[in-house]
Every structure is written in structure tokens, then in C-alpha cells.
């Protein structure tokens, strides 16, 4: 392995930076976008049974922001039920942006890596070919072992850096299907939150738990 690096030039190292980045990133985003992590199943069906049993309180609603992404969903629904239906949705609409921002973190880098890996490796064709034909102006064509080295150097970048960029490109479209998913399932938790908060009055304790309550949580 050393020895492919060594002959594919100094290219190889920010195309095997690129690679490092890459798998780190897909491994972090694996773990991250976790269905159980993100829309818990058992979450909203806990929160309506709080809010029937007149138990929704600040700490459970700090409870319930801290769980999951979909938590902060929720919380912040439940923090405005008092402000109306149209207020409610437009806060859960606010809250679902800055969720989706951290759901999508570090796509915009794999996607960088992608695009770049592939650049990298032409450039270091276009240098092992520049090195090929300087040899062919300096000794001809007799000198097959310099020859040989400029063209080995112009294939190991490209094949590296391609090899860098398609999987690259295969998990960050991956991982942008998978964060579409899991928004539309926590919109659809959002909005049968809303539809059952609409028709249900809101207890004296609901309506004593504010927004303030919620930031302070």
C-alpha cells in the first residue's frame, strides 16, 4: 500500500486526507441518523398520555426537548398550544429548520469530498502526463522506465481519487434520502400533535407551561 501511494506522487496525500474525512463522516452520520435516535416511536404516544393525565410540566417538557430531535419538535408545540393552532404550526415549522440544519451536518463536507476527490486525482494525471511527454523531450522515447513512472503516476491518482469519490457521492445521496425520511416522519408526528392540541382545551397547567419556561429548559 505504501509503495502505491509513494509511486502515485504527492497528490495521494489530500486524496487519502479526502478519504479520512469521508469514511469519518459516514461513520458519524451512521450513528447520528438513527431512526430510534431521531423519531423515537414511543415518544408521542408518551407525550399524549402526559398531556391527558394533566402532567405536562417544564421538566417534562426539558425531558422530552433533551431525548431527540423530534423531542424539540414536540416541546416546542406543546410550549405554544396556548398561542393558537396558526402559532403552534409556525413554531414547529421553526423549530423543524434548525432540526433539519443538524440532521444535515456535515452532508455539504461529504459532498465537497465527492466533488473534489475526483479533481485531485485528474490533476495528478495532467502532472504524471506533463512528466511523461518533459521525458520524452529530454531522452526520446528509449527510456521506457521514465515513461513508465510519468504514466504509472497519472493512473494511481486517478484510480485513487475515483475510488474516493464514488462512494463518497453513493453515502451522501444515502444520507440525504435518509434525512428527508426521517423529517417527513417527524412532520407527521408534528402535525397529529397539532390536530389533537387544537381540539383538546388546554388544562391550567398547559397553559401556565410558556415559551420562556421552555427556553429556560
Not at 430510534?36 to 407525550?47: F, G, I, N
Not at 408545540?77 to 396556548?82: D, L, R, Y
Not at 407527521?188 to 407551561?209: M, R, Y
Request: hydrophobic share 45%.
Amino acid at each position: 500500500m505504501f509503495e502505491l501511494v509513494k509511486a502515485g506522487g504527492w497528490l495521494m496525500v489530500p486524496i487519502l486526507i479526502c478519504s479520512v474525512i469521508s469514511a469519518a463522516i459516514c461513520i458519524e452520520r451512521f450513528w447520528t441518523l438513527r431512526g430510534s435516535q431521531v423519531v423515537p416511536k414511543a415518544l408521542l404516544t408518551e407525550v399524549w398520555q402526559w398531556i391527558q393525565q394533566n402532567q405536562m410540566t417544564p421538566q417534562r417538557i426539558k425531558q422530552i426537548r433533551a431525548q431527540s430531535p423530534l423531542g424539540v419538535i414536540l416541546a416546542t408545540g406543546i410550549g405554544n398550544h396556548h398561542r393558537g393552532r396558526e402559532q403552534m404550526k409556525q413554531s414547529i415549522e421553526e423549530a423543524s429548520g434548525q432540526v433539519i440544519h443538524e440532521l444535515e451536518r456535515y452532508l455539504s463536507t461529504l459532498g465537497t469530498v465527492a466533488a473534489v476527490s475526483p479533481l485531485i486525482g485528474l490533476l495528478g494525471t495532467v502532472i504524471g502526463m506533463i512528466k511523461v511527454f518533459s521525458a520524452i523531450q529530454l531522452e526520446g522515447v528509449g527510456n521506457a522506465a521514465v515513461l513508465a513512472g510519468g504514466i504509472s503516476e497519472a493512473l494511481i491518482t486517478t484510480a485513487a481519487g475515483l475510488t474516493v469519490a464514488i462512494p463518497s457521492l453513493f453515502f451522501y445521496r444515502f444520507f440525504q434520502r435518509r434525512v428527508d425520511e426521517l423529517v417527513m416522519e417527524m412532520e407527521q408526528d408534528a402535525l397529529k400533535l397539532v390536530e389533537v392540541l387544537s381540539v383538546t382545551p388546554a388544562s391550567g397547567q398547559n397553559q401556565s407551561i410558556s415559551n420562556s419556561e421552555l427556553q429556560r429548559g
